[in-house]
Structures are given as structure tokens and as C-alpha cells.
């Protein structure tokens, strides 16, 4: 029945995807406001055609939460569905081989900017939602909370929580904004590191130089701040930030050895990013280096003249986004001080360091023993026919920890998604196959949640 419901409607839900895929909800951009609420706006739309008995914007202090919830029965649970309709920027445009906001199908995949993170992933829900209502489905209440500041820290968020704690009672959360291993093996993650993302700016001299008058008598601040980045690794791929690993969770030697059961090639993991070797901290998998073990990189850094031709100037100002991926027991506000300290002494005299907290999240793990987690299991078990392996993440939701801490509540993460999806980077794809088989594995997770509770 649930099936044949998709396949029927699979065009029309494919479309409407579209024309939410369409709509630039670039939270990052402040040129992008109105779009963003545009999107929350047909967010708002689409619930209501669906049969929610509420949905409305929720204004905040920045971009607005979209709010809806159909409420069958108050003895029956309750699940809330948390997302985003907020995207990353698109950038750079030239590497896209169509434009990122008008979608294309090449391959039986969607190719989109938000088609796997996360408009694709939570218009699933929306689409399960419509089928139970319509096929008289629906065994548990169900509530939405779609924000639009994921991408940019979910600033607004928290305050939104703990001011509206009744209107959100439930007895789980459900998300899909993470990855499967394959679509040959479902997974679930039970695992997120947390984020703590900062920008760094080093100052030389009071203004740009020319580069064959001052060079070699004052500091330059791209080649400081190159070095200063650069030492934060030592040659085990360990950060040296001191305190950096002091509440690092271990995990002990059966829980790794469980973690690397999940199937993985590695020749096929170079292959597909087209490198040469891997690299990362000594003494750790790559399953291990990307899920339980955190991390420093450098996201951008800029400086100088970037312009076509030649301008030989030595800049005043050098600048990078740093962000640390977290791990259980690791704090971000804790992470980020270490860092501030430790960046600003090793600066040498010859420049000024001013470090920026952009924002953050805390690390979560989900547990395996849950109702919640047993009805997810069941679901996969009925739709793909396999039972889904527990992995670790080693992306972030902040949410996750703040919904534990606020409203008592665990997570359970089903995402559909692939890690070839090129979230966040250029031509992000989501395949069709793994929209509609989503949907059907999110409508029998209602069906198993609803029997387990009760």
C-alpha cells in the first residue's frame, strides 16, 4: 500500500522537491534573507497540504523556525522531526557542472545544492507524513521543528527550545540529515563530534606594502599565519594544542574493533577522491580518524592580492576559518578558549593575532539500547531487508546534545544520504532511489514506534 502510494506520487514529490531546491536559503549570505524565508515559507505550505492542524512561522532573532504538528490521539507518543531549509553557499561556482539552484537529474541523482543536506532529507518526511494522512497510517503524534541557522551555528535555536519546552514534548527525536554506508548496507548513526569554528586574523604593518621595498625588513602576515597553522599538526598528525586530548573519550579495543566491521575499501576511498595516500593521526583507521577521533583544519584563508595578473604587495592582514571537529567528553567552549590562548602565543612580536568564535556545538552519542532505536532498526529491517549497522558520525548537530540537555529527549538518526554526496562542496547530489526508499523506511518507523511504546 505504502509503497504503491510512492511510486504513484513519485513525480509530483519529485517536483515539489524541485521547487524547493530552487529557492537560494543561503543562511550564511545576508543577500539571501528573503529566500531563506521564502523556503520556510513553502516549508509552512506543504505541511498544511499535507494534513498538519498547525503550521506557522516562529519568528527568532534571526532566520524563522518552521513549527507544525498533527496530534492524533494524547495516550498515543510522540515523535518531533527536526531539519533544516538552510543550505550551505554554493561556492565556488565554477566548479559546478550545472547551476546549484536549478536541479537536474543526471544518473537517477539529484543534482542541487540542499538535494542531500538537508531539503531532500527532511522533504522525506514531509512526503511520509502526507502518505500516512492519506492512507489512515499515521500511529503516533507528530510534531516539526524545521530551522533555518543550521549551516550557520543554529544561534537561535537553543532559545527557541527552552522557551517553548511544552509545545515540544515528545518522546523522541527524529532526524535524517546524516549518511548511510551504502544503500547495499543501511546504517544508523549513534555518533556525532561536536564543532568548534573559529576565524583568525594576523596584523603587520599598518597598511599594504610594496613587497620590493619592505620585504625582508618586516613581517609578512601570510607567511606568519601560514606557519602558525602548520605547527598546530606535529608529524604523527596529533594537534598540539596543550590540553587539546585531556577529556578525549577513549574508546576501548572491542568498541574499535566493532567500529571497523563496517565494510570499507580503502583503495576504493582514494580512489573516489582521487588521491594518492591517505593521511591523519598515527595509529588510528580511517573509520577511526573521521568518528572518534577529533580534528583541526583550516577551511579558508585569505590575504593579500588574489586578482588576475601580478601586484606585488605585502599585505597588512592575513586571515583563516579554523574548525575543530569534537569527540565525546571534549567541550567546544573549553576547545575554543585552549586554542584562542595557544594561537595567540605563539605569534611571534612582529604581528597581532585576534581570534573569533564564529560558533559551535557540542559532541553527542545516541543510545542503541532505546525503543526508539529498536523501532529504526525494525524499519530498516522490514524495507531493506537487512538489520542497519551502528557508525559513528564525523559530522556535527548541535542539536542533538542541546535536545538531551532541554527536553530530556534522545535522538534517533536516520539518514539516507551517501558520503559521495558532495554535501557542502560543488554539484551536491542526492539519488532519487534514496528519496523514496527513505520515505518508505521513515513511514515504518512510525508503524514499529507506535507498537513499542504501546
Known amino acids: 500500500m505504502i509503497k504503491e502510494y510512492i511510486q504513484t506520487n513519485r513525480q509530483r514529490f519529485l517536483d515539489e522537491l524541485f521547487e524547493l531546491l530552487r529557492i537560494p536559503s543561503v543562511s550564511a549570505d545576508s543577500r539571501h534573507k528573503a529566500d531563506v524565508r521564502k523556503a520556510a515559507e513553502y516549508l509552512v505550505q506543504k505541511l498544511k497540504a499535507a494534513g498538519a492542524d498547525k503550521a506557522t512561522l516562529c519568528e527568532t532573532a534571526g532566520h524563522p523556525i518552521v513549527y507544525a504538528e498533527k496530534l492524533v490521539n494524547p495516550a498515543l507518543p510522540t515523535v518531533l522531526v527536526y531539519g533544516h531549509y538552510d543550505v550551505q553557499p554554493p561556492d565556488p561556482l565554477n566548479l559546478w557542472t550545472s547551476p546549484p539552484f536549478e536541479p537536474v537529474v543526471k544518473d537517477e541523482k539529484i543534482y542541487a545544492r540542499g538535494a542531500c543536506d538537508d531539503k531532500g532529507q527532511v522533504y522525506m518526511h514531509l512526503k511520509a507524513f502526507e502518505a500516512m494522512m492519506h492512507l489512515n497510517l499515521l500511529t503516533c503524534n507528530i510534531k516539526f521543528m524545521i530551522e533555518g541557522e543550521e549551516e550557520v551555528g543554529s544561534d537561535n535555536l537553543g532559545t527557541f527550545v527552552k522557551e517553548n519546552r511544552a509545545m515540544l514534548k515528545a518522546d523522541v527525536i527524529l532526524i535524517s540529515d546524516t549518511s548511510l554506508i551504502s544503500l547495499s548496507t543501511p546504517s544508523i548513526t549513534v555518533g556525532l563530534r561536536g564543532l568548534s569554528y573559529l576565524e583568525v586574523e594576523v596584523t603587520g604593518p599598518n597598511r599594504d606594502l610594496h613587497s620590493g621595498v619592505y620585504g625582508g625588513a618586516v613581517a609578512n602576515p601570510i607567511n606568519i599565519l601560514s606557519k602558525m597553522i602548520a605547527s598546530l599538526h606535529d608529524e604523527n598528525g596529533r594537534i598540539t594544542i596543550p590540553g587539546f586530548y585531556d577529556k578525549v573519550a577513549e574508546l576501548t579495543a572491542n568498541e574499535r574493533e566493532a567500529l571497523n566491521r563496517a565494510p570499507f575499501q ?67 567552549h573549553e576547545i575554543t578558549e585552549l586554542f584562542t590562548k595557544h594561537f595567540k602565543s605563539i605569534a611571534p612580536n612582529s604581528v597581532k593575532v585576534k581570534v573569533t568564535a564564529l560558533h559551535g556545538g557540542e559532541p553527542a552519542v545516541t543510545p542503541t539500547n ?56 560543488p554539484n551536491e547530489h542526492y539519488g532519487i532511489k534514496n528519496f523514496m526508499v527513505g520515505i518508505e523506511t521513515i513511514v515504518a518507523f512510525y508503524k514499529h514506534f507506535g507498537k513499542v511504546v504501546n
Open 370 to 425: 532505546s525503543r526508539a532505536y529498536a523501532a529504526a532498526s525494525s524499519a530498516f529491517e522490514e524495507v531493506w531487508g537487512k538489520t542497519p549497522i551502528p557508525t559513528r558520525d564525523g559530522g556535527s548537530i548541535p542539536i542533538v546534545s542541546l535536545f538531551k540537555k532541554e527536553l530530556g529527549l534522545d535522538t534517533v538518526l536516520m539518514g539516507f544520504g551517501l558520503d559521495s554526496d558532495a554535501i557542502h562542496s
Open 266 to 332: 580503502l583503495d576504493t576511498y582514494k580512489k573516489e577522491l582521487a588521491i594518492a595516500e591517505i593521511q591523519g593521526e598515527k595509529g588510528y583507521t580511517t573509520l577511526e580518524r573521521t568518528g572518534i577521533r577529533p580534528t583541526l583544519d583550516c577551511n579558508g584563508i585569505w590575504g593579500g592580492y588574489t586578482g588576475e595578473g601580478a601586484k606585488t604587495v605585502l599585505p597588512s592582514k592575513a586571515s583563516a576559518k579554523i574548525s575543530m571537529r569534537l569527540v565525546p567528553n571534549q567541550s567546544n
